[in-house]
């Protein structure tokens, strides 16, 4: 892979490639754009098999930040770290103030948080080499019920949207992934009404989500064959693809986890299929919205009252897409490029204090 053919393919400002020896620390930090504000977005610790994988997944999670952003109306830019580590190694304090300090010499360009692998004590010990840091303890630290939120009213939108009404009541929803972010989803969705069926690889989250939620477990390669009205991906990316594509049996896609079309292709056979796209950096933009809050020293609630925006977001993406006549991931695309674009034209003003 040609680094830099990679970064102007994306549109990247800057990539970070890090060592610290004195802990076996390897990380890219990569900023994609930050026209609307310093570039924000986790960290992830994964045992990526090679650095091309890590590059790769760096530079599409970071892109994919700066349109989550744009779409949730937020002054900042898209960023990402990745850590090429065990997720569960214990030694976590030379690693992550390693971490901090590579994002320290960045300026403040880039803000980090916690995201898959890494925990809201991680980023207390990047606090101790930064400042540019959020999702710490006893502040908004886990953004997952934000971010559950966000991805249960984007789907009563997308509902609306096919059925004509934005109702869960009765749906078949599957979840696949019962993590943080899809263990608040499914609390909304037992509390609607909703039918739950559940696959994950942990089987005691699973039988957790059916003692709790009444929910159905399903094994975990068949959740893509179970006839329902809607798909919630909550694990981890490139979940729609050559294979599951064909076997997919619902009316709607709508869930937590990133980069959840393997290909852009992919989302048109979703369209061509009838199958209505919830874009995932749309839906699941409670996660950096409840970053942003912190930034900004807003309670919860507030938080959960701007996710609630969501709603309205998806209902507009879908607007787009009929208007224009293309799939609903590339109308997500069409709004956030409008913003990013609209608040770069922009004249610069002379203010007092300039020379």
Not at 47 to 74: C, F, H, I
Not at 221 to 229: G, K, P, R, S
Not at 262 to 278: D, M, P, T, V
Not at 329 to 337: G, H, I, P, T
Request: overall charge negative; some cysteine; aromatic content about 8%.
């Amino acid at each position: 892979m040609d680094a830099f053919n990679e970064m102007q393919t994306w549109g990247h400002e800057q990539v970070l490639f890090s060592h610290e020896p004195s802990c076996g620390y390897f990380g890219i930090i990569a900023i994609h754009d930050t026209t609307l504000g310093p570039a924000l977005g986790g960290t992830r610790v994964w045992p990526y098999p090679t650095t091309e994988e890590a590059l790769r997944d760096v530079l599409r999670l970071s892109r994919g930040m700066t349109y989550k952003s744009a779409v949730a109306g937020l002054n900042l830019g898209g960023g990402k770290a990745v850590i090429i580590a065990d997720p569960k190694r214990a030694d976590r304090e030379s690693l992550f103030r390693a971490h901090g300090r590579f994002v320290e010499s960045l300026g403040g360009r880039y803000i980090t948080a916690e995201d898959v692998g890494t925990s809201p004590s991680d980023m207390e010990f990047v606090k101790r080499e930064t400042k540019h840091v959020a999702g710490l303890l006893n502040l908004s630290g886990d953004p997952s019920p934000v971010t559950g939120y966000g991805v249960y009213v984007g789907m009563k939108a997308a509902a609306k949207a096919k059925w004509g009404k934005d109702s869960l009541a009765g749906r078949t929803v599957t979840v696949q992934g019962a993590g943080k972010v899809a263990y608040y989803l499914m609390s909304y969705l037992r509390e609607e009404g909703a039918r739950i069926m559940v696959s994950d690889i942990d089987a005691e989250k699973v039988q957790r989500a059916v003692e709790e939620f009444g929910a159905m477990a399903v094994e975990q390669d068949a959740i893509y064959d179970v006839e329902a009205d809607i798909f919630a991906p909550c694990a981890l990316g490139a979940i729609v693809n050559d294979e599951t594509l064909p076997r997919l049996r619902v009316g709607v896609i709508a869930g937590g986890a990133n980069n959840q079309l393997a290909e852009q292709r992919h989302g048109i056979a979703l369209e061509e299929r009838g199958i209505l796209y919830a874009p995932d950096y749309v839906i699941n933009g409670g996660g950096v919205i409840n970053v942003y809050g912190e930034l900004q020293g807003w309670t919860m609630e507030r938080a959960k009252r701007k996710a609630q925006e969501i709603y309205d977001t998806i209902l507009r993406v879908f607007e787009i897409a009929n208007r224009d006549g293309i799939p609903s991931f590339q109308a997500a695309d069409r709004l956030a490029e409008e913003r990013l674009k609209s608040v770069a034209a922009l004249k610069d003003m002379w203010v007092a204090g300039d020379r």
